[in-house]
T-cell receptor, first 110, second 113 residues
């Protein structure tokens, strides 16, 4: 599975949009981009995934560049409860294995 | 109506002891996993079972033995516990397919003294 690169930390003001970038320049055509987050002392939580097209659900939006080499997770109105480590993971359907990197620690400030 | 549950939540034990952690999911999933998160917060997969069959077995010591009595349960038994086994262990489950979103339990914090 392709490797991802994320900034180690980011800050965001409460109520503003949080845009979390992820680079996955070696992604293959059959690999999906997944985002999970881990709030302190809890298990990881699935947020969203996509293959080529942009995706939106009740939690977030995922913007994938046309060449698929990078993506951005957008939390439209960040709240204090969104403070967590956000993991960008690239995985093909051929494996069940999620490989977690170091993620981005998003700190939402009041 | 907890989706993925683990027991116990905390486990403190002495070196050399044998202990088990239990996991249950009520999501109707057919695949279950064990992950380990160490003190540096790295989260790594250990095992995965699909329909009670072992499908992923990372380089984990033989002291760790998973058991899946049915699709809804995956237990982790650890023999001869060592200090380095101290970590948070997460269970997860998913429905196998092209996109198998995994749902995680709350974790079991194991401390070996």
């Amino acid at each position: 599975d392709a490797k991802t690169t994320q900034p180690p930390s980011m800050d965001c003001a409460e109520g503003r949009a949080a845009n979390l970038p992820c680079n996955h320049s070696t992604i293959s055509g059959n690999e999906y981009v997944y985002w999970y987050r881990q709030i302190h002392s809890q298990g990881p939580q699935y947020i969203i995934h996509g293959l080529k097209n942009n995706e939106t659900n009740e939690m977030a939006s995922l913007i994938i560049t046309e060449d698929r080499k990078s993506s951005t997770l957008i939390l439209p109105h960040a709240t204090l409860r969104d403070t967590a480590v956000y993991y960008c993971i690239v995985k093909s359907g051929a494996t069940n294995k999620l490989i977690f990197g170091t993620g981005t620690l998003l700190a939402v400030q009041p | 109506d907890t989706a993925v549950s683990q027991t116990p939540k905390y486990l403190v034990t002495q070196m050399g002891n044998d202990k088990s952690i239990k996991c249950e999911q009520n999501l109707g999933h057919d695949t279950m996993y064990w992950y380990k998160q160490d003190s540096k917060k790295f989260l790594k997969i250990m095992f995965s079972y699909n329909n009670k069959e072992l499908i992923i077995n990372e380089t984990v010591p033989n002291r760790f033995s998973p058991k899946s009595p049915d699709k809804a349960h995956l237990n982790l038994h650890i023999n001869s516990l060592e200090l380095g086994d101290s970590a948070v262990y997460f269970c997860a489950s998913s429905l196998s397919g092209r996109v198998d979103t995994q749902y995680f339990g709350p974790g079991t914090r194991l401390t070996v003294l």
